[in-house]
Each structure stands twice: as C-alpha cells, then as structure tokens.
C-alpha cells in the first residue's frame, strides 16, 4: 500500500496500542512523524542552547583576542615606557632642584634685588605676598616696583630668568618715572609680579 492509498477513513481506524498492524504505508508516515519531533525537540531541547553557548564562546573569543593585541603591544613596548618613565622622572626631579626650599627663598629673594641692582635699577617696592599653596609646591609673588631705562628693565628680566630656581615675571607695566626733576626724563617705570616657587617639603 503507498502513502497515496491511505485516506482520513483508514487513519482514524488506525489502533495505537497494536502499531504492529499498521498498513506499511501508515507506519512510515508515522516514522516520518516521530523522526520530525525527534529532531525537533533535539533541537529545541539541546541544539539551540549549543547554539547560543557557541556564540557566546565566539564573542568570548573575540574580546580575548583583542585583549591579547593590546597587551602585546604594550608588552613589545615595555621597555620604551620604562625608558619614558625614567626620563620623566630625571626631569621631574631637576625641575623639583629648581624649587627653593624653605630656607632657601630668603637667598632666592635677596638675588631678584641684586639682580635688579646690578642693572641699575631702583626699587622703589619690593614687597613679598602670602604664599599660595598648591598640590606639591607653593607659590610665592612678589609685588616689585623699579625705576630705570628701558634696556635696563630688558637686561633685568633676562637675568631674572636666568636664575638657577624658578622666577616667572607676570603683569608687567611700564610707564613714565613719577619721581620728578630729581631723575632723568629717560627713566620710567615699571611694575611686576614675580612668582617663585617654593616645593613643599613633608610638614610643609
């Protein structure tokens, strides 16, 4: 019997508890049926969390890799950062060298007047501020007041940064001397505020 010759009629008639008497064609369809469910429940069952575990480990995968090229990056130029790190910190620590400690500032402030002394400037203000403190180094202006000529003033910054700690000029003013008939008329005069730096030392 082929599987065209069974109708609804004989499938209703079919007994479940005797297969074994099933017509030939009934029992491959119903082979067929079960084979389909099998399958399918294989699938639903087992397959598909196979599936997604697989994707997972797939992404897994991935974002591995990709860690791995940043870490041999970074380990291929492991000796270039330790080379960077050691000339920062050599830098850091001239600059540090350039700090004046505390008993040093006295000396540091005596050598801005000198400075401008050598180069035949006149005080008129030399005035020391409250310090400002900041994360490792505190900052110390210096309110200054001179009179001279002008190549003069140049001369005097210059040194001024020549200096062996640090001295920034900032907020510089030039204008006509008030001094009067008492100076010559080529002298004028010029207002600064010079900022050192003064690194904090452990209990400040």
Do not use: C
Request: hydrophobic share 45%; no cysteine; net charge negative.
């Amino acid at each position: 019997m082929s599987l065209k010759n069974i109708d609804l009629e004989q499938l209703k008639s079919l007994d479940f508890n005797d297969v074994g008497s099933w017509p030939m064609a009934a029992k491959v369809i119903a082979i067929m049926v079960l084979s389909v469910a099998v399958l399918f429940a294989g699938y639903w069952f087992d397959t598909r969390q196979q599936l997604e575990v697989l994707e997972q480990a797939e992404k897994k995968e991935a974002e591995l890799k990709e860690t791995f090229k940043i870490k041999q990056v970074k380990a291929i130029n492991l000796e270039v950062y330790k080379q960077q790190m050691a000339d920062m910190e050599r830098s850091f620590g001239a600059m540090l060298r350039q700090l004046p400690s505390k008993t040093e500032v006295a000396e540091l402030l005596v050598d801005i007047s000198q400075t401008g002394l050598a180069n035949g400037l006149e005080f008129e203000l030399f005035k020391p501020l409250a310090e400002v403190p900041a994360e490792f180094y505190s900052e110390l202006p210096i309110d200054i007041k001179v009179t001279g000529h002008y190549h003069d003033f140049g001369k005097f910054v210059s040194d001024v940064a020549a200096l062996p700690r640090i001295v920034t000029l900032h907020d510089i003013t030039i204008s006509s001397s008030s001094k009067g008939n008492n100076k010559a008329a080529t002298d004028l005069s010029m207002s600064v505020k010079a900022k050192t730096y003064r690194y904090l030392e452990e209990g400040r």
